[in-house]
């Protein structure tokens, strides 16, 4: 099966610009992540989806980042305006439910001049 | 709060030796914990995983044990191969909740 799409692989930007990144889940997983991995550290959720339903966004900074999944199969996130610490890769997963094992995409790195 | 940590940010190994990565949680209340392989560039694979109620479980090369008594976890390789070298995750599950809580990572060198 194809695993999880995303696109870009790389970002540069310069501060107070914005960006956004897209992800493909595994087809027919219904829960889909976008975790934050800064270097040196494990991956931080940010967001997550059950189907077109946000479940968990509590650690989202919602005055500049936002994440859609309109039609419940690809989502994407947007960080306006960015900021010098909000480079890190940012990686998409999904699992067929909420508790399975999740699958991960190779990322996007997002480097902030 | 770092409800789950690895300790050792690198460990290097002997090709044919075993590898022991250990992962402590702080959180009685995860229902299950997972180990994640993480080669450069690429997402993090997942691995094995075991329920709070076992306290192995065993998948060809990899072991991971549980010891809920001391919060921590440990996964075993053996024999450890140059192709495991990566960096390996914990992360462990929430009871009512969906997602997961990772740790910071160690970084696994196998050695020919």
């Known amino acids: 099966e194809a695993g999880v799409a995303q696109s870009p692989r790389y970002k540069i930007i310069e501060k107070r610009q914005s960006v956004a990144f897209w992800c493909n889940p595994i087809?027919?997983?219904?829960?889909l992540y976008w975790y934050q991995q800064i270097l040196g550290q494990g991956p931080k959720l940010l967001i997550q989806?059950?189907?077109?339903?946000?479940?968990?966004d509590s650690q989202l900074p919602k005055d500049r980042f936002s994440a859609e999944r309109l039609k419940g199969v690809d989502s994407t996130l947007k960080i306006q305006p960015a900021k010098l610490e909000d480079s890190a890769v940012y990686l998409c997963?999904?699992?067929?439910?909420?508790?399975?094992?999740?699958?991960f995409g190779d990322g996007t790195r997002l480097s902030i001049l | 709060d770092q409800q789950v940590k690895q300790n050792s940010p690198s460990l290097s190994v002997q090709e044919g030796r075993i590898s022991i990565l250990n992962c402590d949680y702080t959180?009685?209340?995860?229902?299950?914990f997972l180990w994640y392989k993480k080669y450069p560039a690429e997402g993090p694979t997942f691995l094995i995983s075991?329920?709070?109620?076992?306290d192995k479980n065993e998948d060809g090369r990899f072991t991971v044990f549980l010891n809920k008594s001391a919060k921590h976890l440990s996964l075993h390789i053996v024999p450890s191969q140059p192709g495991d070298s990566a960096v390996y995750f914990c992360?462990?599950?929430?009871?009512?909740?969906?997602?997961?809580?990772f740790g910071q990572g160690t970084r696994l060198t196998i050695n020919p």
């Open positions: 997963a999904s699992s067929l439910t909420g508790g399975g094992p999740q699958h």
């Open positions: 087809s027919g997983h219904a829960t």
């Open positions: 989806f059950q189907n077109n339903g946000v479940v968990d």
């Open positions: 959180n009685s209340m995860f229902d299950y």
């Open positions: 075991i329920s709070s109620i076992k």
């Open positions: 992360a462990a599950h929430p009871q009512g909740a969906q997602k997961l809580v």
